[in-house]
């Protein structure tokens, strides 16, 4: 596949199938959800290309495209991966795929509209991932945020206008403090070398004035931090999750919180000594996320509330790897993206399947489910393991990574988050307790296991990638290793401190 | 005194045009006056087309300039009147009288801009500005039958004539601190950075007085009034021609005549901007009026754009060519969309926009994309635009402007949203699909079309656009 634009490709799939999907007449159900399909798997299969194809001992950006755009002010179409972005492709489009298979079972009406406005966001997602122009991350960004508003807007469930209007202002306020931040990158790189671009590549070349890079790190940490979603900026993401259809809420929370700290580690990259400076003060307000998020989700009454704030926690953990700045460290941080990614698709998918029949996702109106839903009981209660970090499953192998990181920087932080596990596994071990045992209820006899081979298959590949990774998880980490080595060198290797 | 009549020859086709359909109303007896409207749209287009070009250089004895930075106005101009023109063939209906002088006044309208964007001194500024203001006071209060309209009128009057006496205060001062009103002589005259007190009296009154035309702060207040009350084809010629009119001038004046200076008045447009930043969007907020809440939010714009004049730099008058560019073909797809939909249904308030995504998904989808591309979402038209403006803001180090301008941005983002919201996910009150005729059609598609295309590809305009401000910082030092 030499010279083949492979990851214009991935980009390009859902953006193609939006434009034709705008000459499907809504009516023609099947054939609007074969060509969401396809074009998902067209993605899906091409991410795994790249995951193979990937030279891991070349290392670096590889598959790099680049078009001039706006050449006045050097902005180019610029696209490459290193490792951490190959994960986060594959990621992404495991979550489309099965979210689009979520939203054949969960979503009944204006459908078309439905697909086209994921599949933009998708194809933003990929894009980002994707970017080495800093302007085209920007916009490939807001072009994931945008969908949001009407997805959450038509779709969503209780309380939607608010929350998506929240959410909405909440991420584009986020990006644009960001913007600030990259336009001031784009314009002391250009005044140092008088060749004005918002190519990463080129500018991460450069080492600016170490008070200029403190300075510069802040905007950029906050502008992505609301995405991740830092405390005290998270309010949008729980109300959001909440509100939003399934398929939504698997992206929202598995892909879009990822994009914040994807964000923060391109700001790492290009401002190495900002970064240093401020990771200390990463990794305390980490610790607040893990534990304002554990409390707030153990007193949540409402699954997907519970698991939104939950998602807040686990975020912190991924701060918390990124904070120690070390190889295991940082490896555990995106390691954990990806799990707590595929993690969270699974339970809003679950959530979300037990919703649409029920109508209610309050733990206390339910009781003794695993006699009726015996599949989706097992595989909740292996979500629920793999979030409280579990052996066997993904995210026990990236915690881990994280503490032990974390340990060699900051070992206070790391003891006192060690017991953020036990919050876990409290508040989601109680679910499977409330929700799935104990006595069955007559109200609930109506509701159906999922059987056919589409209401299962998002689920099944879901838990497939889990324990692929939780057992073997050098799949991964030899791959993210190549992207984590450069960064985390480039970090250590600035003066300061 | 070279008078050099040639190079102002679209100002008199479009004079001339304006004329023929004054004389046409002695043999015209009652019904519509379409073809007077199709006359001043021959005439605006033929007048575009001798601009094409067009040789640069200086007329009437030193007070009017020929250059890029007028050519690419006037196109701008004729290409909104154009449009004007046609939104006010579809509104034609709601005009009770004088019809054909309603496009005549247009077209004076649009010949005095002309010659604003043209103006190298203060007396043909003064002159011009006073010609398009006299037609918009008109035009303002057109429907005498409305009260709404009649105070709109009055209320821009007054204001107008207010900032008017500023301005000719102003332009006195500078003159006698100075001794010239030619652009290039008083720039000539501030090369050694005269900071004499009358000068700097000058200098505030006539920034003051030009707020009026950009509907900035302090002199704003007739701005939602006006576009509330006024018809709406007039709502959109002030928003959009109007508006870049007045920043034509505020780039020759401020960015040539007084650059040197510039430390002076610096701070002074970066107080006007930021006040109007706040106002204008914070007062939008709660709008339940579909025109006034753009007329708040033109002055949130004229916010932007002040950010840049404050930049003072070739990037920020790009950024507002950019910007009045990619504004004007927002404003002008809503506001022809709101004329549409106000003939089927009679209202302007944002809660009768209700589920408009199912009764007319052209419409709704124009106002999307084009209030979106307002409030500076990508990959709109204005997103480009105003990342422009953050970018000459951030390059000269206005950053408490910059982060002012990124929180009123999202305050934008949220009062379009409520349009937005009510039309996409409220249900309609009724479900009857409003019919849109084939040229409307057209025009709005074109309006999308051309939305997007800024956002996705902007490299030929930002190209152009910067060129000009080259050629123009080149010429004035």
New interface residues.
């Given amino acids: 596949m030499e010279g083949f634009p492979i990851l214009s490709a991935i980009i390009l799939a859902p953006l193609i199938a939006v434009v034709i999907l705008l000459f499907v007449q809504e009516r023609m159900i099947a054939l609007i959800r074969t060509i969401a399909v396809v074009s998902t798997s067209i993605s899906l299969i091409l991410s795994f290309y790249l995951l193979f194809a990937y030279d891991k001992a070349l290392g670096g950006y590889q598959f790099i495209e680049k078009i001039e ?5 050097g902005i180019s179409y610029h696209l490459g991966v290193d490792g951490i972005s190959v994960a986060m492709l594959v990621l992404t489009s495991i979550v489309i795929f099965t979210g689009v298979f979520v939203s054949w079972v969960g979503i009944k009406h204006r459908i078309k509209e439905h697909y086209i406005f994921l599949l933009l966001l998708v194809a933003g997602v990929f894009g980002v991932f994707a970017s080495l122009d800093m ?1 085209f991350f ?2 490939f960004y ?2 994931a945020v ?1 969908p949001m ?2 997805l959450i ?2 779709w969503g469930s209780a309380n ?2 608010y929350a998506t ?1 929240k959410l ?2 909440y991420l ?2 986020g990006a ?2 960001a ?2 931040g990259l ?2 990158i ?2 002391t790189s250009g005044a140092q070398t008088g060749v004005y671009t918002f190519d990463m590549l080129a500018i991460s070349q450069l080492s600016f004035d170490s008070g200029y890079q403190i300075k510069v790190f802040l905007p950029l940490l906050i502008g992505f931090g609301v995405l991740v979603p830092l405390a005290p900026f998270h309010s949008w993401s729980p109300i959001g999750h909440a509100a939003a259809p399934s398929a939504v809420s698997m992206l929202h929370a598995g892909v879009l919180m990822k994009l914040g700290a994807y964000g923060i580690i391109r700001a790492m990259w290009l401002v190495p000594e900002g970064a240093q400076f401020w990771m200390p003060w990463v990794a305390g307000f980490a610790l607040i996320n893990i534990f304002y998020g554990g409390m707030v989700a153990m007193g949540r009454k409402d699954m997907k509330f519970m698991i939104g704030y939950s998602s807040s926690s686990h975020m912190g953990y991924v701060l918390l790897g990124l904070a120690t700045v070390n190889y295991i460290g940082v490896n555990g941080a995106v390691l954990l993206m990806f799990a707590h990614g595929i993690m969270t698709a699974l339970a809003f998918s679950l959530i979300g399947f037990v919703y649409d029949q029920a109508h209610t996702r309050m733990m206390y109106d339910f009781s003794g489910l695993a006699k009726k839903l015996p599949f989706v009981a097992v595989a909740f209660a292996i979500m629920a393991f793999a979030s409280s970090g579990l052996p066997g499953l993904a995210n026990f192998v990236a915690e881990l990574m994280v503490f032990i990181g974390a340990f060699k920087e900051y070992p206070i932080h790391a003891i006192v988050a060690v017991f953020g596990i036990i919050v876990t596994a409290t508040y989601m071990l109680r679910s499977i307790r409330d929700v799935f045992f104990r006595e069955p209820q007559d109200k609930w006899d109506h509701l159906k296991d999922a059987t056919t081979f589409v209401e299962r298959l998002p689920f099944v590949i879901l838990i497939i990638v889990l324990m692929v990774v939780g057992f073997y998880p050098s799949i991964l980490v030899d791959l993210i290793n190549t992207g984590v080595v450069p960064l985390v060198d480039k970090v250590n290797a600035s003066t300061l401190g | 005194m070279e008078m050099n009549l040639l190079l102002a020859v679209p100002e008199f086709i479009v004079l001339g045009t304006a004329f023929i359909i004054l004389v046409m109303e002695f043999f015209m007896t009652g019904g519509s006056r379409k073809v007077s409207a199709v006359i001043g749209i021959i005439g605006s287009v033929a007048a575009a087309v001798s601009l094409i070009n067009m040789p640069v250089g200086r007329a009437l004895g030193g007070l009017y300039i020929q250059d890029q930075l007028a050519i690419f106005f006037k196109w701008l101009f004729l290409f909104v009147t154009i449009i004007v023109l046609y939104i006010t063939m579809v509104y034609e209906h709601k005009i009770e009288r004088w019809k054909g002088e309603f496009y005549s006044l247009v077209m004076f309208g649009l010949s005095g801009m002309m010659f604003m964007a043209s103006s190298a001194d203060f007396i043909s500024f003064y002159v011009s500005l006073e010609l398009v203001a006299v037609c918009l006071y008109v035009l303002a209060a057109f429907n005498t039958g409305n009260r709404l309209s009649v105070e709109a009128g009055l209320k821009y009057l007054v204001t107008g004539a207010l900032a008017s006496g500023f301005l000719v205060y102003g332009i006195s001062f500078i003159y006698g601190a100075t001794g010239s009103t030619g652009f290039t002589d008083i720039a000539v005259a501030l090369m050694g950075g005269d900071t004499s007190i009358y000068l700097m009296i000058g200098l505030a009154i006539t920034v003051l007085g030009l707020t009026f035309k950009v509907s900035s702060v302090p002199f704003h207040v007739w701005s939602p009034d006006v576009y509330q009350g006024s018809p709406t084809p007039v709502a959109a010629f002030l928003a959009s021609a109007s508006k870049a009119a007045g920043f034509v001038v505020i780039i020759r004046i401020m960015l040539s005549a007084l650059a040197g200076v510039k430390g002076e008045w610096v701070m002074l447009v970066s107080l006007i901007s930021g006040a109007s930043l706040i106002f204008g969007n914070l007062a939008a907020m709660p709008q339940k009026d579909i025109k006034r809440l753009i007329g708040y939010a033109g002055i949130g714009s004229a916010g932007y754009l002040l950010m840049a004049v404050a930049a003072a730099s070739e990037l920020g008058t790009g950024a507002i060519m950019f910007y009045m560019v990619a504004y004007s073909i927002g404003i002008l797809g809503s506001f022809l969309a709101i004329v549409i939909f106000n003939n089927s249904e009679g209202s302007d308030l944002i809660e009768s926009y209700a589920g408009l995504s199912r009764r007319s998904p052209l419409l709704a989808i124009s106002l999307f994309i084009g209030l979106l591309s307002l409030a500076g ?3 709109l038209g204005g ?1 480009i635009a105003k ?1 422009y403006i ?2 000459a803001a ?2 000269e180090g206005l950053w408490a402007l ?2 002012i301008g ?2 009123m ?2 305050v934008s ?2 009062y379009f ?1 409520l349009v ?2 009510s039309m ?2 409220r249900p309609p009150k009724n479900t009857d699909p409003i019919k849109v005729d084939c040229v409307s059609t057209v025009v709005l598609y074109i309006a999308n079309i051309a939305t997007l295309a800024l956002g996705i ?3 030929p305009l ?2 152009w656009v ?1 060129n000009i401000a080259k050629l123009f910082f080149k010429s004035t030092i």
């Fill in positions: 755009w706006v050449k006045s002010l302007l920007f916009l807001e072009l945008i508003y009407p807007g038509i939607r206008e209007m909405t202002l584009s306020l644009l403090f913007l600030l336009l001031s784009y314009f | 979402f990508p990959p997103f990342f953050f970018a951030v390059k910059a982060v990124v929180i941005a999202i983002m949220y949203l937005v919201k996409y996910l590809y902007p490299g930002t190209d910067m």
